[in-house]
């Protein structure tokens, strides 16, 4: 009989892959250099997660669960303004430091078009960005069943991260969001 899966092992693992994913992205993910990055084998990986595919799946949640609960804990403080929240969220979500996340995000969005069967949990992944938004700026919806005003924020937000992941110009993208701003203001 084998060795009993050793879940600490499995957990390492995973943290240190996500760690390996958020910098070189997926596009050209392999389980040999992978391995080798993470002082393991080939068939270490697939002992921990059974499949590539399942190991994917595993760093995209733990890449989902580490941003949410970040940004969870960079949320301004409740009864903070809709303006305030939004800038605060951008500020946050747009710094430098989360760009490896950012890029991720829109690889498995990308990827996804193309590709949705590797992806079987990609609208989890949105849903999971618009329930927080949702709840986030649930006043400005005009009721509790108004799902177009976060989902407006959500496609801002989204949308000007991608220009600001693909121009850099975060000058232009922080002027469309003071633009945003002043359009909730009326």
Not at 7 to 32: N, Q
Not at 84 to 112: C, K, M, N, Q
Not at 117 to 143: C, H, K, M, V
């Amino acid at each position: 009989m084998g060795r009993p899966p050793d879940p600490a092992r499995r957990e390492r693992t995973l943290a240190r892959a996500t760690d390996y994913v958020l910098a070189h992205g997926l596009a050209a993910l392999s389980l040999r250099p992978l391995a080798a990055a993470l002082d393991t084998s080939p068939r270490m990986l697939l002992y921990d997660f059974g499949s590539k595919q399942e190991l994917v799946a595993a760093v995209l949640a733990e890449a989902r669960r580490r941003g949410a609960s970040r940004l969870a804990g960079h949320l301004p403080p409740e009864g903070a303004s809709p303006e305030e929240t939004l800038r605060g969220i951008w500020a946050w979500i747009s710094a430098p430091e989360r760009a490896p996340y950012v890029r991720l995000i829109f690889e498995v969005h990308a990827d996804g078009l193309a590709h949705p069967e590797n992806y079987p949990d990609q609208a989890e992944a949105i849903t999971d960005w618009f329930d927080t938004l949702g709840a986030t700026f649930r006043g400005l919806a005009a009721g509790p069943d108004d799902t177009a005003a976060p989902t407006l924020v959500m496609a801002v937000v989204r949308g000007l991260l991608f220009d600001l992941t693909t121009t850099g110009d975060r000058r232009r993208t922080d002027r469309a969001l003071d633009r945003f701003c002043e359009l909730l203001r009326s």
